[in-house]
């Protein structure tokens, strides 16, 4: 029995109370009564990675919404695990950070922690659900978390606008993403990813398979920030360092690439999937590291860098997913380095860019600035944030002795073994992928050496510094610390988190592939001359002596005009959309009842004339024997009001007659033997029409001041086509029989509900659901009339006062 | 004649202008008709109210039957003074506290393992009234009763009352 579905449920259910500790105990900092979460919760999920390296995934589910086959299904196989520990596992460290960092007396740090906890439960929610519906749930948590949290200190202009743009543009690909989640689900008619997974035969050859991979896609890439919808995250840095450190280098921004691992079995195999995944990895990579180069500030660099390495590790995604076109056999060997090396360098860069933002924001909060420009020599003030920033950095720029180097390598391996492919049209253009990946790997290069040496050596400038302090508390230096030992400990022990961690997410990504036993070899360190270590050497070189020069080239990057970038043309399309949105909607949002009432009728006539001419469900069977004398008579006199209603030129005729049509519906109502009913409207018409008579004073005069010929002529039209389409409902729904009789109910309402009154048993009883939400928008009527009414009263006296 | 036949729309204008005027239009007959017809409607509501279980009635008209009685006394006196002869209530309170309980009635039934809004009803020998029924409906009726006068009646009371400002 696994409570895996209930853990995921505790950061939930502990932010619930956060905010009360936060109220109640202000003395102790909050954030130590947030900590013990994610360490039990990595502890707890630790427990499973012996399980999941035997090959034996848990799965568990819980039935949610069983009517729609939507469960709450929680699964447990080695990728799931890697992500579910790095969130929890640096969660946990950002948490420590974050107690230093943020300063309990200042800060509204019940927001801060629940909104972190709202986004670790959500992305564990993500990484362990088995249910699409479930799984896109969580996915959108995660966009407004992150949103919560980038707009942490609203009252800056640059946190509102980053976070804006961030939830723009992650929500938009996660309705690109449920689209293709719920075309997907239909092509293999369930909701759960195992069994699609098992059905993925059948998919390829669907109409609808390329769609849903494109939209489904546009999730992903939003998500980890791709080429061309990366402009959100360089903005998302407007949030606190730890919140950058936690979401937008270590989690959430590779959610994305996780959506691309899990369905990999499913798409991997085809043109499209491999071209798209790996061409826009490939691109990201470039712009990524070559924009990181050119940046001022340390966190907007970071943030760059995150993009390449990003953009890096679906590239690898793209390329090993060429597997799953061969199938489990030795061709395919050549594929699988490159999934490896995706997730490998997926935990080594949540490790070394964790510690590289902790970095960054130990300098912001001892010197009060991230601007390089102002930077320099701080090496003999902060001598330990100096070693971690070159463990990170270096790590970043793939030099031994750090587990960078083991995955650049890896990286290396898997780009030019995809340029020896020949599926895919690779033996055309196989060969830009090295060699792309190799000019990035040297501006990813140049911009680790700008990071460290631009910061701590050079030329001190204390008078440019708004605050000079050495080292900072051990809490914030302990969990940067923990991230650049396990660098240098990934280096020397790769083969024990391969063995644990990475083969089984290997086999999640790539099913059948491990068990075959294709000769993958372990990682090492030193594997003799290879093309890999002679392309390391390449970059170290041409990278030392570009960023020698560094001065002489860096103009380049000032050509670029500035309409030619893409948050230029994200600026303009938002405040075009807006101008043109505010322009429709001042055109029908007139201000008068009248031309709403006329919108909505002419909608309800629209939608029920083209519903009943498309389904042809006009019927009408006549049964005029049945038809009194009273009945004819009763409509005569209700037509002879209608025209009253029509024709007074008074308005209190007007509503008179229409309280006369109201009654004569209760004559009716007496007729049929309804005597429930005729009570009820004979009230209803004696209320309302006081309530019309109320409201006599405000409405304006009758005498034809409205309108010219044709609004009248659209009144006309609208008014005809509503009577003429309630008629027809009502012919039709007598004469159709297209549902079982329900009469049964009624007449055993005394057994069913202890009532002779069968229309009082269908009120409170059989449809008692109905009327408890009748009366629920009563009431909210008639607090609206209040907040109308009483809102106008407000406005006018204080109008009344000011003059 | 006219004094008598239009003695309604008087009531009505009298309504809406509140304490406005200051010469008070002495209406007897209509109001001398409100006294007992009031009571009579009240009664009658309380009757339908409980009726709606086995014959006509319920508790969506005796709701609204309790609101046309009032609405008949604001419209024979002045809204001040019936507001003046009744519980300080706000009608709006009442209304929620209909809806809610109504939501109640309906949670009870989870309690008992029971799915939303089932009710239950049961025979019960109590002294003076015999054998009687009782059913959990009814107490739901209680909340339709309740949200349906409150409502009624905040509208009305809310549009005269911004009347008697708007006339000012």
């Given at each position: ?393 270096f790590s970043m720029a793939g030099l031994p002795p750090f587990n960078g180097f083991l995955s650049k390598e890896l990286f290396f391996t898997g780009v030019l073994n995809a340029s020896r492919l020949d599926i895919f049209r690779m033996e055309t253009w196989g060969m830009l992928f090295p060699v792309v990946a190799w000019i990035a790997s040297i501006f990813t290069f140049i911009y680790c050496m700008v990071f460290v040496f631009r910061t701590f050596a050079g030329d001190y400038q204390p008078q440019k510094l708004e605050k000079i302090n050495n080292e900072p508390a051990w809490g914030m230096l302990l969990p940067p610390a923990v991230l650049a030992s396990l660098v240098i400990l990934f280096f020397f022990f790769p083969s024990l988190l391969a063995q644990y961690l990475l083969m089984p997410a290997v086999a999640s990504v790539l099913p059948g592939f491990v068990e075959a036993s294709l000769g993958i070899g372990p990682i090492e360190a030193w594997h003799g001359w290879t093309p890999e270590l002679i392309m390391t050497i390449g970059v170290v070189v041409v990278g030392m002596i570009l960023f020698a020069n560094y001065h002489k080239w860096s ?249 | ?168």
């Amino acid at each position: 029995m696994s409570w895996l579905y209930l853990i995921i449920l505790i950061p939930f259910l502990y932010a619930v109370i956060v905010p009360l500790i936060f109220k109640h105990i202000p003395q102790i900092h909050t954030g130590w009564f947030v900590l013990p979460i994610p360490v039990l919760l990595f502890m707890y999920l630790a427990k499973y990675v012996t399980f999941v390296a035997m090959d034996s995934p848990f799965i568990h589910s819980v039935p949610w919404i069983p009517s729609l086959g939507i469960n709450y299904a929680t699964y447990v196989d080695g990728l799931a695990l890697i992500f579910g520990l790095i969130v929890t596992g640096i969660g946990a460290l950002v948490i420590l950070y974050s107690i230093y960092y943020l300063s309990k007396e200042r800060e509204a740090l019940g927001n801060f922690y629940v909104y972190l906890l709202l986004f670790m439960g959500a992305m564990l929610g993500v990484v362990f659900s088995d249910n699409i519906i479930v799984l896109y749930m969580f996915w959108e948590l995660t966009s407004i978390s992150s949103f919560l949290l980038i707009a942490y200190w609203y009252q800056r202009k640059s946190s509102r606008y980053g976070a804006q743009k961030a939830l723009l543009i992650t929500i938009f690909g996660g309705f690109a993403m449920l689209a293709g989640l719920l075309m997907l689900a239909n092509i293999t008619d369930t909701f759960s990813i195992r069994e699609m997974i098992l059905r993925a035969d059948k998919t390829t050859a669907h109409p609808l398979f390329l769609q849903s991979m494109v939209l489904l896609l546009l999730g992903a890439f939003t998500k980890s920030a791709q080429f061309p919808f990366h402009i959100w995250l360089p903005d998302a840095m407007e949030a606190p360092t730890p919140i950058s450190a936690y979401l937008h280098s270590a989690t959430m921004v590779k959610a994305g690439i996780y959506l691309i691992a899990r369905f990999t079995p499913i798409f991997g195999g085809s043109m499209e999937w491999f071209w798209l995944v790996s061409g826009v990895g490939m691109i990201t990579l470039f712009w990524g590291s070559f924009s990181a180069v050119k940046q001022v500030d340390l966190k907007a660099m970071l943030a760059f860098s995150t993009i390449g390495q990003l953009g890096m590790i679906i590239c690898l995604l793209g390329l090993g997913s060429a597997a799953m076109y061969y199938g489990p056999v030795k061709e395919a060997a050549l594929c699988i380095p490159a999934i490896l090396a995706a997730l490998f360098h997926l935990v080594n860069h949540s490790t070394f860019k964790g510690c590289l933002f902790m970095v960054v924001g130990i300098i912001d909060y001892e010197t009060g600035t991230r601007d390089i420009r102002r930077l320099g020599g701080l090496m003999g003030l902060m001598p330990v944030t100096f070693t971690l920033a070159v463990i990170g950095s270096f790590s970043m720029a793939g030099l031994p002795p750090f587990n960078g180097f083991l995955s650049k390598e890896l990286f290396f391996t898997g780009v030019l073994n995809a340029s020896r492919l020949d599926i895919f049209r690779m033996e055309t253009w196989g060969m830009l992928f090295p060699v792309v990946a190799w000019i990035a790997s040297i501006f990813t290069f140049i911009y680790c050496m700008v990071f460290v040496f631009r910061t701590f050596a050079g030329d001190y400038q204390p008078q440019k510094l708004e605050k000079i302090n050495n080292e900072p508390a051990w809490g914030m230096l302990l969990p940067p610390a923990v991230l650049a030992s396990l660098v240098i400990l990934f280096f020397f022990f790769p083969s024990l988190l391969a063995q644990y961690l990475l083969m089984p997410a290997v086999a999640s990504v790539l099913p059948g592939f491990v068990e075959a036993s294709l000769g993958i070899g372990p990682i090492e360190a030193w594997h003799g001359w290879t093309p890999e270590l002679i392309m390391t050497i390449g970059v170290v070189v041409v990278g030392m002596i570009l960023f020698a020069n560094y001065h002489k080239w860096s103009r380049f990057y000032g050509y670029i005009p500035v309409w030619f970038t893409l948050n230029f043309a994200y600026d303009s399309l938002l405040v075009k959309t807006e101008k043109t949105f505010e322009k429709i909607t001042r055109g029908y949002m007139t201000g008068f009842i009248r031309d709403y009432l006329l919108y909505i009728f002419a909608f309800f006539v629209v939608v029920l004339a083209g519903v009943i001419l498309m389904l042809n469900s006009f019927a009408f069977n006549p049964d005029v024997n049945n038809v009194s004398m009273y009945e004819v008579v009763l409509v005569f006199v209700m037509v002879v009001a209608a025209l009253m209603v029509l024709l007074s030129r008074h308005r209190l005729v007007a509503i008179i007659s229409l309280g006369i049509m109201g009654y004569l519906v209760a004559m009716f109502f007496v007729i049929f033997r309804a005597p429930d009913l005729a009570l009820t409207q004979l009230v209803v018409e004696t209320v309302t029409t006081v309530l019309f008579l109320l409201c006599f004073y405000f409405l304006p005069d009758l005498k034809n001041k409205i309108g010219e010929i044709g609004f009248k002529a659209a009144n006309m039209a609208v008014a005809l086509g509503f009577g003429l389409i309630v008629t027809v409902i009502a012919l039709s729904a007598q004469s159709n029989r297209l549902f079982e009789t329900i009469s049964w109910f009624f007449e055993n309402s005394y057994e069913l509900a202890g009532a002779k009154n069968i229309v009082n048993a269908i009120l409170v009883d059989f449809r008692g659901f109905d009327t408890m939400l009748e009366i629920l928008v009563l009431c909210i009527a008639g607090i609206g009339v209040y907040t109308l009414i009483k809102l106008r009263l407000d406005s006018r006296k204080v109008s009344s006062k000011n003059r | 004649m006219q004094n008598q036949s239009f003695g309604i729309l008087r009531g009505l204008r009298r309504f809406t202008e509140g304490s406005v005027i200051k010469i008070k239009i002495n209406d007897v007959l209509l109001q001398t008709v409100t006294k007992v017809a009031s009571f009579v409607i009240l009664t009658f509501s309380v009757y339908l109210f409980l009726a709606g279980h086995h014959n006509p009635g319920g508790g969506f008209i005796g709701g609204l039957v309790v609101a046309a009685a009032i609405t008949l006394l604001f419209l024979a006196y002045d809204v001040k003074t019936v507001r003046a002869g009744f519980p300080p209530v706000d009608f709006k309170v009442l209304a929620v506290s209909g809806v809610l309980l109504a939501v109640i009635t309906g949670m009870g039934a989870v309690v008992f393992g029971k799915p939303f809004l089932s009710h239950a009803f049961g025979y019960f020998n109590l002294p003076l009234f015999g054998e009687t029924e009782l059913a959990t409906s009814v107490i739901f009726d209680v909340g339709v009763a309740l949200a349906v006068l409150g409502t009624a009646l905040s509208i009305i009371y809310t549009i005269s009352e911004d009347m008697c400002i708007w006339k000012r």
